[in-house]
């Protein structure tokens, strides 16, 4: 959370980084929970922001409670109450809501914290409210229900962080004047929110998968989430194949996470993973869930053949050809490039087609995937991403063009903020020199 970092001055550097690794874990929880106890979204971001600062402020000199998600709780729900009392000298019915909290505070202090799953899930669909676009629902629920900063989400939607920071104020404006509903909705209501939903896992989860930003190359917390909330939304909606090709795609990639850090954090590429670590028990629900999805697809009434997979149940398709892989090599890029065809035509994504420009590379020869490369090179979507530079270096460091190769990877270190990720293209830019001179 950017506001309360910037306005705090925390001298003790070790207790402000446990207090930052305090909110990314109880951050998301907080919210939703104070959203089902204030009914107001905006008003529980801003008490939940005043409690992280009161932390800030009080943690370096009386040490982290034992229980610091009931603390912050309990400061948040004492702002509120704050709030409702100044808000009641112009409209009584909030003096009944501040007496309401205000017992509630003094009975159970840390109330509010333990309905995890019921809270989390309402918050989602709140944030995906039919008064919004598409684009604020989603944009809404990462920045709420992830934690993101409009950094990141502008990174996940490849879109400018002002556009973002104006969609995220915005929606909240547009929640607070429907007078939205905080309770989750149900039946035909809730199937018309549930795609927004499941874009909004996945983009937390690749967002952990893949860090926009810091010192780390990953989040894991963030991955962990989203499978939780996949395995959620299975339950949920047992019958919809791509809530279970959501699930399969996140189990499945999940299962690599340990096998992409080396001892020291630094990223470990798929060529150089030992895929002895990968997560056999992952894998094994992944591969449940994408048969359920299959055998639902087969199922669907009125059509003869089975209908056609959404884009979870493509990307867990691919994500399957990977895990029963013994090897890079021994992987079926062909299929895979194949699966990522039928995606980009399913969804239009500019980054499935980059992916079957690697897959082709790998199926075909590095010049079949510089060739789809180039025919993508002028999409708007595309420009400023830096993987558009890194998987060129990486095909042509495959043809031996070593210095063609090494100019790429240092084009992509300069386009990412991720710490990790820029030292791990410069260290491929060195490699890469060490190749004969391009001819």
């Known amino acids: 959370m950017r506001r309360a970092w910037s306005h705090a001055h925390v001298g003790d550097e070790t207790t402000r980084a446990a207090i930052e690794a305090v909110w990314r874990l109880e951050s998301t929880r907080l919210i939703a929970a104070l959203v089902r106890i204030v009914r107001d979204v905006g008003l529980a971001e801003d008490v939940a922001q005043d409690a992280i600062v009161a932390a800030l402020a009080q943690w370096p000199a009386t040490g982290i409670p034992d229980n610091p998600a009931a603390w912050l709780m309990t400061t948040a729900k004492r702002r509120a109450v704050d709030e409702f009392r100044r808000r009641a000298k112009h409209d009584g ?68 962080e002002a556009t973002v920071a104006q969609r995220v104020s915005r929606a909240k404006r547009t929640l607070a004047e429907a007078g939205a509903a905080i309770e989750e909705p149900s039946g035909f209501e809730r199937a018309e929110r549930l795609q927004t939903v499941l874009g909004v896992v996945y983009l937390l989860f690749n967002e952990g998968y893949s860090a926009t930003e810091g010192e780390d190359w990953m989040r894991p917390a963030l991955c962990d989430e989203a499978v939780r909330l996949g395995r959620i939304l299975t339950a949920l909606v047992p019958d919809d194949a791509e809530v279970h090709g959501l699930s399969a795609l996140m189990e499945l990639q999940s299962s690599r996470l340990a096998a992409r850090l080396g001892p020291d954090g630094e990223p470990v590429l798929l060529d150089a993973q030992d895929r002895r670590t990968w997560d056999a028990a992952r894998i094994r629900r992944g591969q449940v869930a994408l048969a359920r999805a299959d055998a639902l697809l087969a199922a669907e009434p009125s059509v003869s053949v089975a209908a056609e997979p959404g884009q979870y149940v493509l990307q867990a398709a691919i994500a399957d050809e990977h895990a029963r892989a013994a090897s890079v090599d021994a992987t079926d890029w062909a299929a895979i490039a194949e699966l990522y065809e039928r995606l980009g035509r399913r969804t239009g994504s500019p980054v499935a087609e980059l992916n079957r420009a690697v897959a082709l590379g790998r199926a075909h020869g590095p010049e079949a995937g510089l060739a789809l490369l180039d025919q993508l090179a002028d999409l708007p979507a595309l420009r400023g991403y830096h993987l558009v530079p890194s998987v060129r270096g990486d095909l042509l460091e495959r043809l031996g063009r070593g210095d063609s190769a090494a100019a790429e990877f240092e084009r992509a270190a300069a386009m990412t903020s991720n710490a990790r990720e820029r030292e791990l293209l410069l260290g491929r830019a060195d490699a890469a020199r060490g190749l004969p001179a391009d001819g």
């Open 93 to 160: 019915a909030f003096a009944a809501l501040a007496r309401e909290l205000d017992e509630a505070v003094e009975t159970d202090p840390g109330a509010g914290i333990d309905h995890v799953e019921d809270d989390v899930l309402r918050l989602m669909f709140i944030c995906c409210h039919p008064a919004l676009t598409p684009e604020a629902q989603t944009t809404l629920t990462l920045k709420l229900v992830a934690g993101l900063s409009t950094r990141e989400i502008a990174r996940a939607y490849l879109a400018p």
